[in-house]
């Protein structure tokens, strides 16, 4: 008797070795239809060492390496103690085991303070997503990387999308999909999602199957913020409507080119304190580094 290990949306169910074929033929796909990785580019992982960028670096390294010049990682510790210690370790294993170099960046060192030390001020993700952004761009620059590649899935661009829409943040919606940043400035590495049109499941399931080491710990600061109840949502719809996500990002990328054509003419120029790119005179980045200054916590 046949073990199955996955069934999908029409109820057509896997084995294991169908389920590895169906993951990485959709992951193959989303490459060539959006043209994520042309041929000799050097890419770079950004690699937190949770399932979608252990995935994520896994899968490139297995289908693409000897389309591309270069494969390495970059690992961001932001200080968050018993949950990034823990991810860092599986992050360097899992390099280890693929042969492939990592190099990891500190919010203590590159900004100067860690995310614990201010979290106290209310809503971390919001220091540590903007300090993160930079520093994986700032880092995938200076290494000459052609492409950074990110673990985004299925999920993460639905929660996006819906969270933009309830927000009323429409502008930076035009900012999502497969590739992003890539006429933006030419300070931007444009990023790449791999694991667009895969699930948080099958990804999840991929990576176990694998018997990729990854600790399945999620951040503490995740519990309770706003992605977190769109999160809770979705999944919630999901289970009643199987493929809402599915639905959400399809009927976004019918959209997308249109809020592209819409913003296109935003300029962006280079933040006056770090040169980095920036929307205002000042990066967000320099604009918190600022708070926190005033705040005497730098
Ligand atoms: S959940 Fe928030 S605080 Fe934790 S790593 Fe992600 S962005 Fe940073």
């Known amino acids: 008797m046949k073990n199955y290990v996955y069934r999908d949306l029409s109820s057509k169910k896997y084995t294991k070795n169908e ?13 060539r239809n959006y043209d994520l990785i042309k041929k000799n580019e050097k890419i770079v992982v950004g690699l937190s060492g949770g399932k979608d960028s252990a995935v994520t ?11 591309i010049s ?32 990592l190099k990891i960046f500190t919010y203590k060192k590159e900004i100067g303070v860690k995310i614990d030390k201010i979290a106290h001020l209310g809503n971390p993700c919001a220091w540590c997503g903007v300090f993160r952004r930079y520093l994986l761009n700032k880092t995938a620059r200076l290494i000459k990387a052609d492409k950074l590649a990110t673990g985004h899935n299925l999920d993460d661009e639905a929660q996006s999308i819906i969270m933009n829409q309830f927000k009323g943040n429409v502008a930076f919606s035009a900012k999502l999909g497969p590739m992003t940043g890539a006429l933006a400035h030419e300070k931007f590495v444009p990023r790449i999602k791999p694991l667009y049109f895969l699930t948080e499941k099958e990804v999840l399931i991929y990576s176990k199957l694998r018997g990729l080491n990854v ?19 979705l999944n919630s719809m999901e289970n009643e409507y199987p493929g809402t996500k ?52 730098l």
Do not use: H, W
């Open 215 to 233: 600790n399945y710990v999620e951040c503490p600061n995740s519990a309770g913020t706003f992605r977190d109840k769109v999160c809770e949502m």
């Open 246 to 297: 599915q639905g959400i990002v399809n009927g976004f990328l019918e959209i997308l080119p249109k809020l592209k054509e819409m913003y296109k003419g935003q300029k962006i120029g280079s933040c006056k304190d770090c040169g980095e790119p920036a929307v205002k005179n000042k990066c967000r980045k320099c604009e918190m580094v600022d708070k926190l200054r005033l705040k005497k916590l």
């Open 19 to 31: 389920f590895f074929k169906y993951v990485e033929k959709k992951v193959l796909k989303t490459v």
């Open 57 to 67: 670096l896994y899968l490139i390294n297995k289908l693409f390496s000897s389309r």
């Open 70 to 101: 270069d494969i390495s990682a970059l690992a961001v510790d932001e200080g968050i103690k018993d949950y990034r210690d823990k991810t860092l370790l599986d992050a360097k294993k899992l390099c280890k085991d693929l042969n492939i170099p």
